[in-house]
């Protein structure tokens, strides 16, 4: 698929399916690290309903180690031209531009940025050359409890929108995510879930992120592989009150959800 292909869900929300190729990643690192794995996978995610594949080679959870552009590449270059042959729209996810050109020149649709635009200087006149989409995410160096996180929030919101319309990346390619988990106590993550709807005044289509994150192992008790069901009531709370892609691990379970949420919006099945 071209960048000028790639169109935002109009009817009903999409599931990016995460491929993570790192082998400390939090969740599903070092299980399909190596290429072969990787192209099973994504695959088995296709099959289950990701509308979109967003592919990592370094790990963004708390407290792991950032790793160098030719470690990312080495990771992410076995894979990427496989799993974009596949089809399915791809999302690059780094906040490296280098990683973002040549993903981008591979044939990713999407750059998703976990810094917002705002870690590397590059990084949104490459998303405007590739004329690709791109997920702007809130994040910080560490969480403050006592900071008003959607202020805060608001605050990078323009920051990132300001740094895109500024390299010329167009409104329709540009997206939001509040980024759960990211800089953020526990309690914090909920008042952004809770008024979720509120982040729709800055004008962009929003993204939520949350599975298997600490925010639902913390209410659950639940180990990570047990966060399942923790993570499809964030994801569908998100969705009720705008969301239009949720970013999950377990595929089938949130392409189900979407359908039925689909099905109960327009009264009748959607197929």
Same mark, same amino acid.
């Given at each position: ?51 979109? =594949? *967003?592919?990592?080679? &370094? ?6 180690? %950032? !790793? $160098?552009? @030719?470690?990312?590449?080495?990771? =992410? *270059?076995?894979?990427? &031209? ?6 399915? %729209? !791809? $999302?690059? @996810? ?178």
């Amino acid at each position: 698929m071209k960048a000028a292909e790639y169109r935002l869900p109009d009817c009903r929300p999409h599931v990016m399916g995460i491929l993570n190729v790192t082998p400390d990643s939090f969740s599903d690192g070092g299980h399909h690290n190596a290429a072969n794995e990787a192209l099973d996978h994504a695959r088995t995610m296709i099959a289950e309903g990701a509308d979109i =594949l *967003d592919v990592g080679g &370094e790990s963004t959870r708390p407290g792991s180690e %950032p !790793v $160098s552009l @030719d470690v990312e590449w080495s990771r =992410l *270059d076995p894979v990427l &031209e496989g799993v974009i042959a596949l089809g399915t %729209p !791809v $999302s690059i @996810d780094t906040y490296k531009a280098e990683i973002a050109r040549r993903a981008c020149k591979a044939g990713a649709v999407i750059v998703n940025d976990v810094w917002g635009l705002r870690k590397d200087p590059d990084m949104a006149d490459v998303v405007a050359e590739a004329k690709v989409h791109v997920v702007m995410m809130h994040n910080r160096e560490s969480a403050d409890a006592d900071l008003d996180i959607l202020s805060d929030i608001d605050r990078a919101f323009e920051t990132s929108m300001e740094l895109a319309d500024r390299a010329g990346i167009p409104k329709e390619k540009q997206l939001l995510d509040p980024g759960f988990g990211f800089g953020k106590t526990i309690d914090q993550n909920f008042i952004i879930l809770n008024r979720f709807e509120s982040l729709q005044k800055h004008g962009l289509p929003l993204l939520a992120g949350a599975s298997r994150k600490r925010m639902v192992g913390t209410v659950l008790n639940a180990d990570m592989e047990e966060r399942l069901f923790g993570s499809l009531a964030v994801h569908l709370t998100a969705m009720t009150k705008g969301a239009v892609i949720v970013r999950a691990h377990d595929v089938r379970p949130h392409a189900e959800c979407v359908r039925m949420l689909e099905a109960t919006w327009l009264e009748r099945n959607p197929i």
